[in-house]
C-alpha cells in the first residue's frame, strides 16, 4: 500500500508543510492526528476566547478567517448573546487543515481542553455555530434545547433537512464519548484516503451514525427550526413558499442558517437578517415564554422518554 499525504497549512515562515504517513494501526493513527493537532493549536495563537464571571453550563466554540465583514457582523449577534448569558466562546481566527477539516479539529480541541479540568469547573456542552449564522433573538437561553437529566448516554443534538443531516449547529456534550467521535471524524480522511466524502466532515459525520451503533444510539435529531432555521425570501419578511414552511425562520427563533449560498451571494443575503437582528426588531426579539420553544422542547423530550421505555 502507498503513503498517504497529508497536508497541514499553518504559519510558519509563510510556507506550507507536508507530512508523509504511512497507513499503521487505525486506533495509533488517529491519535497520531489528534495529538499533533494539539500541538499546532497548544503551540501557535489560534483561538481567542471570551471569558465569563461564572461558571457556564456551555461554551460556544465556532471558527472565522479570510476577509468576509458580513460574518463578523453575524458573529457579533452571537458575542452579545454570549455576554447575556455568560457563556465562553472561542473564536478559531486562523485555517488549520484543508477544506472542512479543521472544523472538527477546533470542536476537538476545545472538548479535551475541558476535559482536562475538574469536573466541577467544566462546560457541560459545547455549542458549535457555522460563521454563516446569526442569531435573531437574544431572549433564548441555548439550554432551553438541552435534553433533561436521565438523557445521561444522550451527546450530540443536531438537526436534519430534506437533504438529511445538517451539522451547521449542534450540541455535543463535554464527555469522553465526544472524543471519540471527533477523534473518528478527524482520522477518517487519513484512514479512508479513497472515501467519497462530498460534504467533508458532515459526510464522515453521517457515515459513523449510519454505520456504528456506538456513535447513533447517543445522538438525536432535533427540530431543525429549534437553533438551525433557515432562510425564508430575501427581504426577511416574506415565507419561500417553494421551500418547506417548517424549516424556515419565524419571529421568536434563535438561529437563522445560509447553508448552500453562493459566495458572491453571501452578502446580499445575509443583510437582511443582519438588519433585523441589529434593530433588535421586538417582533424578533420575543420572550422565551412567548415562543413556543418551552412546550415543543418538554413535548420533544418526553415522546423521546415515552418511546425509550416502549423499547426496554
Not at 481542553?113 to 435573531?136: C, N, Y
Not at 432551553?144 to 444522550?154: G, I, K, V
Request: net charge neutral; proline share 7%; glycine share 4%.
Amino acid at each position: 500500500m502507498g503513503a498517504i499525504k497529508i497536508r497541514l497549512t499553518y504559519a510558519r515562515g509563510g510556507r506550507s508543510h507536508r507530512v508523509w504517513l504511512k497507513p499503521a494501526l487505525h486506533v495509533a493513527l488517529a491519535f497520531m492526528v489528534v495529538l499533533g493537532l494539539l500541538n499546532m493549536f497548544s503551540s501557535y495563537n489560534v483561538h481567542q476566547e471570551q471569558i465569563p464571571n461564572s461558571l457556564p453550563t456551555i461554551r460556544k466554540v465556532t471558527m472565522l478567517y479570510g476577509n468576509r465583514t458580513i460574518y463578523d457582523r453575524a458573529l457579533k449577534t452571537h458575542e452579545a448573546h454570549s455576554r447575556k448569558y455568560g457563556y465562553p466562546m472561542t473564536v478559531l481566527r486562523k485555517s488549520i487543515l484543508e477544506g472542512l477539516w479543521t472544523k472538527p479539529a477546533i470542536i476537538l480541541s476545545t472538548l479535551i481542553e475541558e476535559m482536562g479540568k475538574p469536573e466541577e469547573q467544566r462546560a457541560q456542552w459545547l455549542f458549535w455555530f457555522d460563521a454563516d449564522t446569526i442569531l435573531m433573538n437574544p431572549n433564548i437561553p441555548l439550554e432551553t434545547f438541552l435534553p433533561p437529566p436521565h438523557f445521561s448516554e444522550t451527546h450530540l443534538l443536531l438537526t436534519k433537512d430534506w437533504n438529511g443531516m445538517n451539522n451547521g449547529v449542534f450540541f455535543l456534550r463535554v464527555h469522553p464519548w465526544s472524543i471519540q467521535f471527533l477523534s473518528a471524524i478527524v482520522s477518517y480522511p487519513v484512514i479512508h484516503p479513497d472515501a467519497h466524502l462530498l460534504w467533508e466532515d458532515q459526510s464522515v459525520m453521517n457515515r459513523l451514525k449510519k454505520e456504528h451503533e456506538y456513535f447513533s444510539r447517543s445522538m438525536v435529531y432535533c427540530p431543525l427550526r429549534w437553533f438551525n432555521a433557515y432562510k425564508r425570501n430575501h427581504n426577511a419578511t416574506d415565507i419561500n413558499l417553494k421551500k418547506p414552511t417548517h424549516f424556515q425562520i419565524h419571529p421568536g427563533d434563535i438561529i437563522v442558517h445560509f447553508p448552500g449560498t453562493p459566495a458572491n451571494e453571501l452578502k446580499s443575503t445575509m443583510l437582511p437578517y443582519l438588519e433585523v437582528a441589529e434593530s433588535h426588531d421586538p417582533e424578533w426579539e420575543l420572550s422565551l415564554e412567548q415562543t413556543g420553544y418551552l412546550r415543543e422542547t418538554a413535548e420533544f423530550w418526553g415522546d423521546m422518554s415515552e418511546s425509550n421505555n416502549n423499547m426496554l
